[in-house]
């Protein structure tokens, strides 16, 4: 493929990688999709007057080898907020990413890229084929590997908004079933692996439908974390940064224990 002027855009391989159509080595990695709602886009250290306090754990600090997709599908260092760009009518804080990154990093090739597209407030009904949310997501994914790297596993923390009525609780598991038949079969990868969180909130009424159908799914590559007990903030919705640090060691155990080798 060449440009007007007749120089050639197509990535180059290098030896420790790619080389773009800018001349810079992108280097193979290991991607994960970072997918669901607020929880997962993060909201760790947002106070109730909807600003971030910019405290960045150890666990969350940048590494060179820790790349994020940017939101105009760039790979660049990855610093927090992850999802500022994403999840970008809200106010992001401290998510799972990071640490979750640092947890697996040792044990996957030398860069993990992270493609965050998690939109708070959301319902799992918003994120089927056809519709924005499930199509961003998607496109992405798709562009996230175009220099090169492999999609790992998709990681999934939504479910809070489908605690607010009984007809989203109850399709829950249907809708989750058929977003994952359906990414696997866009991404090209019927055995990619799905790492859910199972819901730490949400409307009790309701919420133990919604956490029973992510507890007991049984599909083939989909293994379970559960949230249930980690630290909320006063608004008894969203994690605080500790928990966000701690959910991250949980995905990364998840990864490494059942898939990684």
Known sequence: MEDSVGKSTEPEMGL???RDSAGETVCDKDIFILSGQSNMAGRGGVTHHKKWDHVVPPECLPDPSILRFSAKLRWEEAREPLHADIDSRKT???GPGMPFARGVLGRCGGTVGLVPCAVGGTQIAEWERGRHLYEEMVRRARASREEGGRIRALLWYQGESDTLSKQAAETYKGNMERLIRDARSDL????????????????ERWREVVREAQLKMDVHNVVCVDAMG?????DHLHLTTKAQVE??????????????G
């Open 188 to 203: 090209g990868l019927p055995d990619l692996p799905i790492i859910q969180v199972a819901l730490a909130s949400g409307e």
């Open 247 to 260: 959910l991250g060691r949980m995905l990364a155990d998840a990864y490494l224990d059942n898939f990684a």
């Open 16 to 18: 420790s990688g790619y």
């Open 230 to 234: 980690l630290e909320l903030r006063d």
């Open 92 to 94: 992001c804080g401290i």
